[in-house]
């Protein structure tokens, strides 16, 4: 039943450990990147929440602030916060991610004008100079926490904290490994997993994981398929892809895999310069790093080839300029390499556009023949 | 035995029937409210037309509403509109390698292998530039029929550049010309020059093989016609039908090559 569990936490935002953690005097701190590391905000029982659009589509009042030619994942996002269903966050930290989630920060901002807003800065290239940058910006990270929060986090908790990160991240590859050449679980089920443990404390979801990895299912499908492009939580649009017979059988996403798969495991080294190198390279999944283009080809590739899978579908949100430029590249490239691929440009969560993206996914399936 | 294929579009729906490998009837209309209604009521017309009962044809569906049609049991199966218009254009004219079919809401470059089988395909993104609505947005402005509009680039001396890719800025650019006096025929040629070459942006991302066909209705625009083969260096194979039931057909192929023989 813990997989149902998971998806009862996915389809809500302040599910009921969420509240548990705050009825026992703890913080919830709402963030929007996989740069974000977790473990300074565990070290002192600050829960790291990643904001999403939870499958919201109404944007009325966000469109007032933001504009129609915003992403929609964005739109979604700052509704919510702003119709008050993020009013259980304690604070925020943002990322400049890209110019959408930067306009949305600065949107909620100056709406709500939340007393904790911290301004956590992610360079955009990986190299000396950046790492030393980084390690200090996650040491201001912590800084800010302990001012605000009138805590004060030791580098022992952070290493301890790692420790578990590390743990989860090996059990969460054990999972999708359980995905890739004899599937027992759907895509919509490691989206879902995905949305959980970033909406969870640690120890809760590794337990969750735990017993969800037991009920293995038996899945049909016609054709295995990697998904890759912009975040996407929308667990109702993976469901209804699979229903077609396309299954998600991996994704190189930050909704999915990619928020982890590349992740390093704690090696004793100085923590901070530690966390500084796991989270930058990590981030290299994300088409805001620049110069990284190969790795993310690259890691499309692999996990492709790991996967074995029939094709792969690129997706972004329309208005996003760093997926929508990069989807176009990589179409190309990968085609090139012998994979077959569908790029689709969606908005985000929209139950009428779904005809649409049903044309585009069963004529992709009666191209792999399946 | 008879197949019949159906072919819901945003505008239009067609149908048609095969017997014999050969086509014995097809029929297009304007579409109802309704794709599944559309879908039965062009098809009703086509087998009143020819006198057959629908109990003695197996049904395939594409376009609007193509799984709706299975699960009332009109049509046995559905196929996408890319295999379909792939497939009855291949059959047509076996030499065919890319197919560009330009409907009302959707444009798509299908490119096919030598036995007719879907090798790759693209379609617009969610927008509705290089699209049949784009036309008709545009010869709206201009106070033009779709037939009209077409015509206009033979009749032009200096087409106008249309350099807005959204519909709507496009036909902002369109009012401030007529505003500023530059000639119909001017702008009209315009218009279907920049229709050409949203298509052509799309085309290749996927390529353009010889031989090439252009489908749907707005192959039936000598303008924007005329305007892409010059831009993408090819002359268009006529398929020798209406190029609107092009994708009905090859529905009605898919259905004829899986039961034709039991």
Known sequence: MSLSKIHEIASTLENEYVEKWRSEGNAVVGHACIAMPKEVAEAVRILPFRLRGAGNADTSTADSYLSRYNCSLCRSCLELVLNGSYDFLDGLVRVRGCDHWMGTFDEVQHAKNPEFMHYFKVPHLVNGDTLEFFSNEIKRLKEAFENRFGVEITEDEIVRYAKVQDEINEKMREFYRLRFKKPRFYGSDAIAVVVARESLPSEVFLQLLESAMAEKKKVDFRAKVLLAGSPLDEIELIRKIEEMGALIVAETTCFGGGSFWNMAEYDGSEIYDFLAAKYLNNLKICARMFGEYAFRKNFIKSMAVEAEVDGVILQHNKFCDLFGIENAKLRMDLEKDGIPVLVLEKEYASTADIGRIKTRVQAFLERLKR | ?262
Not at chain 2, 52 to 80: M, N
Not at chain 2, 141 to 156: C, I, P, R, S, V
Not at chain 2, 193 to 207: D, H, N, Q
Request: net charge negative; hydrophobic share 40%; proline share 3%.
């Open chain 2, 1 to 262: 035995m008879l197949f019949g294929g159906t072919d819901v579009g945003s505008l239009t729906a067609q149908a048609v029937l095969l017997e014999d490998g050969r086509i014995t009837g097809y029929r297009n209309i304007r579409v109802l409210p309704n794709p599944v209604e559309s879908a039965k009521k062009v098809m009703g017309e086509l087998l009143e037309e020819v006198g057959v009962s629908p109990d003695d044809v197996v049904i395939f569906s594409t376009g609007y509403g193509r799984e709706k049609l299975v699960e009332d049991g009109f049509a046995k199966e559905h196929v996408s509109e890319i295999s379909c218009h792939g497939r009855g254009a291949f059959w047509l004219n076996p030499a065919i390698r890319t197919i560009i079919d330009i409907g009302g809401q959707d444009a798509k470059v299908i490119r096919i292998d030598g036995n007719g089988n879907l090798a790759n395909f693209v379609m617009n993104d969610k927008c509705a530039a290089g699209t049949g609505r784009f036309l008709e947005i545009q010869a709206r402005a201009l106070g033009l029929t779709l037939d009209e509009l077409g015509e206009m680039t033979f009749k032009a001396s200096n087409p106008v550049a249309i350099t807005a890719r959204c519909s709507i800025y496009a036909e902002t650019e369109v009012l401030h010309y007529m505003q500023r006096k530059f000639p119909k025929e001017d702008i009209a040629a315009g218009v279907n020059r920049s229709m050409a070459e949203r298509i052509y942006y799309l085309a290749r991302r996927v390529g353009v093989e010889r031989e090439v066909t252009l489908t749907g209705g707005v192959a039936k625009n000598r303008g924007v016609k005329h305007e892409l083969e010059k831009i993408l260096g090819v002359k268009f194979v006529d398929l020798g039908v209406d190029p609107q039931i092009v994708g009905a057909l090859g529905a009605a192929i898919f259905a004829m090559e899986k039961y034709g023989g039991e």
